[in-house]
């Protein structure tokens, strides 16, 4: 490891937990699912467009697991705020990958982020 990976990694390990929450969600391309969902709700303030389609004519379609559907009028497919996101296929919260990525950051064992975070090891491979 080079002198400024080095750094880098000291100046993450340094930065307070909602610093590296907020530094990996925006790396990640996500923000928290309730935030996204009432931006994605709003979206005539804020030109919120279809993952697929890009239209910006979309409307609520109801919720399944406690999660904002929405149906593009464009294109007539359905889709959430994970759409096209690495979340997409993901059973996991945002913030446990973000608890995720501050552990590997700390560079800790694979065995103790999975005690740590009550996951299986397998699952620590993410």
């Given at each position: 490891?080079n ?7 000291e100046y993450?390990?340094n930065?307070?937990l909602?610093?590296?929450?907020q ?18 709700s709003?979206n005539s303030a ?13 409307q609520k379609?109801?919720k ?12 007539c497919k359905t ?8 979340f997409a ?9 973000c ?5 590997m ?9 999975a005690?740590?975070?009550?996951i ?5 491979f993410?």
């Amino acid at each position: 490891m080079n002198m400024l990976e080095t750094e880098f990694l000291e100046y993450l390990n340094n930065l307070p937990l909602a610093e590296k929450e907020q530094l990996a969600l925006k790396w990640l391309g996500e923000v928290r699912q309730s935030e996204s969902d009432t931006m994605l709700s709003e979206n005539s303030a804020n030109n919120t467009t279809c993952p697929h389609c890009h239209s910006d004519k979309i409307q609520k379609n109801g919720k399944s697991h406690n999660t904002q559907n929405f149906k593009c009028k464009g294109c007539c497919k359905t889709f959430t705020t994970k759409t096209k996101t690495i979340f997409a296929n993901t059973n996991k919260s945002t913030e446990l990958w973000c608890r995720y990525i501050d552990l590997m950051g700390k560079k800790l064992s694979l065995r103790h982020i999975a005690k740590e975070l009550d996951i299986n090891l397998k699952t620590a491979f993410m």
